[in-house]
């Protein structure tokens, strides 16, 4: 079996210069693909001259991380593939791990390495860290990191463990799944994109499997810890959040307005509001403005309700709730979590 790396990148040359020797040294006979949003820098450039066995893929515009693989892709014939971030430090060995679990289990289709910090090699890394989980009302967290609460790596999460979703930052799939699901939904563009592709692939078959290998290990710059201190971020993974709810319930609810799970996090979204107006932070306030005026919202969300959708109801979750953990019991870190 061969996988395909491949590293979707928007002017990102020093990133590239920085993270790329790695990958190219550890990942023997694999095929390495660059696909660029069409950048504007001199990146490509670059890779052609300093790595001219890399397979470049040109996409016309910048798509944004959904739509771009989703378009790369279409060129990538490789039985897997692994989706990197062009910030991302591969260690020797990285794939051999993975290559032998994705053989020797046909039912496994998804499969996230250990992420840690790049700056604190110690430290689990926010996007994905020993693996995702979400709970009844879709909000993520992690093996290693919950919210903001981001574990040391004392080696409690070396376990290969099944898990709901896999980061995107380092994220392996099968091409046939990939392309059975039409890949990421290109309505999400930033954000979630992986999570709501992990829980298709439950609601189409719960028999495939994700999971967790730790002895694959990568460290990765990220930034995700500033995803509620950037309005923009914010808008996306509020927006996305409500997407994923609304495309992935059962068929059986009959309205979203009395779907408990939409209920509750329109209700949180409010009391975030709330929080940032009495908190002074006008510019984050006008993010909730935004969501609920959006006309493209409306219309998506009326979109995804809409949707055929099936009737079976596998259990996605294992937390009720990841708000109530850590706001209320003080729950701050996966091994403390009542998982039964």
């Known amino acids: ?166 980061s995107g930052a380092c994220f392996f799939i099968k091409r046939e799944v990939f392309q059975k699901l039409e890949g990421f939904d290109e309505n999400f563009y930033n954000h979630m994109e992986e999570i709501d592709l992990c829980w298709r692939i439950t609601n189409f078959n719960p028999n495939l499997k994700k999971r967790f290998i730790y002895k694959s290990v990568v460290y990765h710059l990220g930034g995700g810890s500033l995803n509620y201190n950037d309005p923009n971020k914010l808008f996306y993974n509020i927006r996305n959040h409500q997407y994923m709810i609304i495309k992935n319930i059962n068929a059986s609810q009959l309205s979203l307005f009395f779907d408990l799970r939409f209920y509750v996090t329109s209700q949180f979204n409010v009391l975030l509001f709330l929080f940032y107006f009495v908190s002074f932070k006008f510019k984050f306030m006008t993010v909730f403005i935004k969501l609920w005026i959006s006309s493209d919202f409306a219309k998506s969300k009326q979109k995804y309700f809409l949707l055929k959708k099936s009737n079976n109801n596998p259990k996605y979750y294992v937390i009720k709730s990841i708000i109530y953990n850590y706001l209320i019991l003080k729950k701050r870190k996966y091994s403390e979590l009542n998982k039964s």
């Open 1 to 166: 079996m061969k996988i395909a790396v491949v590293i979707l990148n928007w002017n990102g040359l020093k990133l590239l210069k920085e993270f790329l020797p790695s990958v190219v040294n550890n990942s023997g006979d694999n095929s390495i693909y660059i696909i660029d949003n069409n950048s504007d820098d001199s990146s490509v450039d670059f890779v052609k001259k300093t790595y001219p066995s890399i397979n470049i893929i040109i996409n016309i515009e910048n798509y944004g991380y959904a739509k771009g693989y989703n378009e790369g892709l279409k060129h990538v014939k490789e039985e897997v593939y692994c989706l990197l971030n062009n910030d991302v430090e591969v260690t020797k060995g990285w794939l051999i791990r993975i290559v032998n679990e994705f053989e020797s289990d046909k039912s496994l289709v998804v499969i996230q390495p250990k992420i840690l910090d790049y700056k604190n090699k110690n430290k689990f890394e926010y996007a994905g860290a020993a693996g995702g989980f979400i709970d009844y009302y879709g909000y993520p967290y992690c093996r290693g990191r919950i919210f903001d609460v981001v574990e040391n790596d004392n080696g409690q999460y070396d376990q290969d463990v099944d898990i709901f979703w896999a």
